[in-house]
């Protein structure tokens, strides 16, 4: 059988969700970012919300998320996403409300914010990009990186002394009563976005049930910010990364 | 007549804002304001007309609250006192660029710093010259009874809408802790989903529907043609606010000889200060701007063509003299006579500084 | 027996050459093109079409979302 005559409309396997825009992402190649993107615009086409879903944008190299998602968007300041998804939730009950936020927002910054959403319960889906490395600016050290791991603010790998601890974000709000669901996932293999799908499916689900706060955090790449190709993030992603941080469900209430 | 009641400034404030049908508090607690959220979490109003009231964790995550809330096109207001307001300065600016509708109110302590839980007017340059990043404007009223406490929650919310731009009501400790008679207005319905979707569906971010692009919120624009472009959007509708949106009260001033200029508290002092002249036989009147932003310009303009001084009477180190002297433009000398740290200054004193710095001066 | 057989199309334009999809194929099928597309990067492409048995893992990998996959079920003969 020719090509052609498989490309046709009703052999369609996979497609590009509608609630997806067509711009192009400003992402650079193999960036993490788009791949929860879709994901999200996924889960949005498949519950049927897209005119119910409200999005918060952070500050980060996802700030622009705006562009790529059809829906409607609030552009937080840095690490504020969960105090506009607060005001939101609480103002238009009946809406999907839902964060957007990376490591350098979300666990830096924004600290007080997300622990204290979480901790009130609110009806709200966090998605928590953790690459362990401020992207937008350049490569800076975010409060997640790892020990030892080289980055423009941290050049001789982070010192404990010096800087801290990485912060375990996840393991921290699911300590939070508020929380229903929380987990942490990745999406470099095609088995890794099926579960995230899962897990970002399940937390939408729960806003319908007003269980409270879902938190996925998704252990991602940079590979301009680490040097390294997209491959070779994921490579070096699975066996620096996941020690620290690993995979798997940490709370379902 | 409406409702009678003996209020705090700041229960007047709570009190108001639920009857104009605001949808949405988010505070933090600070003196000396406190009462304001005290007041609606004791009033419940919830139940009554379904308005949310939210303690937030910190001043910076209310103003953001207030962000996420005037995105969807509610009507939502915070309050706090000097500190306070510093840290809300983030979302304000945020707001500004953003283009929402949104009511602060600042219950003035004196500064700098921690400084001093007592009253004071030294916030004026940080409320009527933006106080954040970027070139902005707020709306600024200062109320300077508990009448008007109750009141500026409709007046400025209305410009808010009116302008997509966020209004300050500037009191301070006085205004917020006396208690005076006040008569509050009926109630007023919240705006239903269909009012707000027919008032800010162009922007409000209600839910992307099919009969509409989908609407985004930001203030970010990274295109410098079009950040220039939106700040001369911002700047027009400044320039109209100017134009069009001035109030003041003015007394004794069609003989006056010399102009007493004060807002708020001070200028109740400066009420009685002008009688204490004129029984001296100075022809003193007073100038009360009631909108802060945009500033009465024009009419010290005119006042400075028939008057042979004024003096700026401000609980602070001199802030609206400067504004008085751009309007005056070297015309008459315009003094300052200020207390701050939280005194307040007697109509004796007034006088004096009057006699000293302008008749003698 | 059935036998699926698949289709990948990339939007080629789009593509930023990340390589995650060819990584992802479990046939060999993808590779990156020797050729350019107007950003500059080598674009993914079918290299081996025939091996293609349309899992959709390329799709579900690519973070830009320029992937289509198509799939029949083929009688064998």
Not at chain 1, 183 to 203: C, D, P, Q, Y
Not at chain 1, 234 to 245: A, G, L
Not at chain 2, 226 to 238: D, G, I, R, S, V
Not at chain 2, 344 to 356: C, F, G, Q, R, Y
Request: hydrophobic residues 40%; aromatic residues 8%; glycine residues 8%.
């Amino acid at each position: 059988m020719e090509v052609k005559d498989i490309i046709k409309e009703e052999n369609l396997a996979y497609k590009k969700t509608k609630v997806l825009t067509d711009n192009e992402m400003h992402y650079c190649p193999g960036c993490t970012h788009g791949v929860v993107h879709k994901v999200i615009a996924e889960v949005i086409e498949e519950k049927d919300i897209q005119e119910n879903t409200i999005g918060i944008s952070p500050v980060g190299c996802s700030v622009l998320a705006y562009n790529y998602l059809h829906i409607d968007w609030q552009e937080a300041a840095h690490g504020r996403a969960p105090a506009l998804a607060t005001a939101t939730s609480r103002l238009m009950p009946d809406k999907y409300v839902f964060t957007y936020q990376g490591d350098g927002d979300l666990a830096s910054i924004g600290a007080a914010e997300i622990i204290h959403a979480c901790n009130r319960g609110e009806n709200i889906v966090v998605i928590f990009i953790n690459n362990g490395i401020y992207g937008m600016t350049g490569g800076q050290m975010a409060p997640t990186t790892l020990e030892g791991m080289p980055t423009s603010t941290s050049p001789y790998g982070r010192d404990i002394k010096l800087s801290g601890h990485p912060l375990k974000m996840t393991e921290l709000v699911a300590n939070l009563p508020g929380t229903t669901f929380v987990a942490r996932h990745s999406a470099e293999t095609a088995g890794a976005v099926r579960k995230l799908k899962k897990a970002i499916r399940k937390a939408f689900d729960n806003i319908d049930e007003k269980k409270g706060t879902s938190f996925i955090e998704v252990v991602s790449t940079c590979s301009s910010g680490w040097k390294l190709t997209p491959e070779a993030s994921n490579t070096w992603m699975k066996e620096n990364m996941f020690p620290f941080y690993p995979l798997g469900i940490i709370k379902d209430e | 007549m409406g409702e009678l009641r003996l209020m705090k400034g700041n229960e007047a404030i709570a009190e108001a804002a639920i009857r104009y049908g605001v949808d949405g508090y988010f505070g933090y607690p600070i003196t000396p304001q406190s009462e304001v959220i005290e007041t609606l979490m004791a009033r419940k109003p919830w139940e009554e007309t379904g308005m949310v009231v939210v303690q937030a964790e910190s001043e910076v995550a209310a103003a953001n609250m207030l962000y996420g809330g005037a995105a969807c096109g509610k009507k939502v207001m915070t309050s706090s006192s000097s500190p306070g307001v510093s840290l809300k300065l983030e979302a304000i600016s945020y707001i500004a660029g953003a283009e929402l509708p949104a009511l602060v109110v600042n219950v003035v302590r004196g500064g700098p710093g921690l400084g001093t839980i007592q009253p004071a007017q030294s916030d004026y340059f940080q409320a009527v010259k933006g106080g954040g990043h970027g070139d902005y404007h707020l709306i600024v009223f200062a109320p300077n009874s508990v009448q008007e406490m109750a009141d500026f929650v409709e007046d400025t919310y209305e410009l808010a809408i009116k302008y997509r731009n966020p209004a300050m009501i500037l009191s301070d400790g006085i205004i917020g802790q006396m208690m005076e008679k006040v008569e509050l207005k009926d109630f007023k319905p919240r705006f239903t989903d269909a009012e707000i979707k027919e008032k800010f569906g162009s922007w409000a971010t209600t839910g992307k529907t099919p009969d509409r692009e989908r609407n985004i919120v930001t203030s970010l624009e990274l295109q410098s043609e079009l950040q220039e472009k939106h700040n001369h959007k911002l700047q027009a509708k400044y320039q109209q606010m100017r134009e069009t949106e001035v109030r003041f009260e003015s007394t004794n001033t069609e003989d006056a000889e010399y102009l007493l200029v004060a807002y708020g508290s001070s200028s109740r002092i400066c009420r009685k200060a002008m009688e204490l002249a004129r029984d001296k036989g100075i022809k003193v009147g007073l100038l009360r701007p009631i909108t802060l932003f945009p500033f009465p310009t024009k009419q010290l303009a005119e006042l400075a063509n028939q008057v042979k001084g004024m003096l700026s009477v401000e609980m602070s180190a001199g802030q609206m003299v400067e504004d008085i002297r751009l309007a005056v433009n070297g015309k008459v000398p315009v003094e300052h006579f200020g207390r701050y740290g939280g005194i307040i200054h007697s109509p004796d004193e007034i006088v004096n500084a009057l006699e000293k710095q302008i008749i003698k001066g | 027996m059935a036998k699926v057989k698949g289709a990948v199309v990339v939007d080629i334009e789009k593509c930023k050459g990340c390589n995650l999809c060819v990584v992802e194929c479990p046939t060999d099928t993808l590779a990156l093109s020797p050729n350019v597309n107007g950003k500059g990067y080598n674009y993914a492409y079918m290299e081996s079409p025939d091996a293609c048995i349309g899992c959709s893992n390329c799709g579900l990998v690519c973070p830009d979302s320029v992937i289509t996959v198509y799939k029949v079920k083929l009688q064998q003969a």
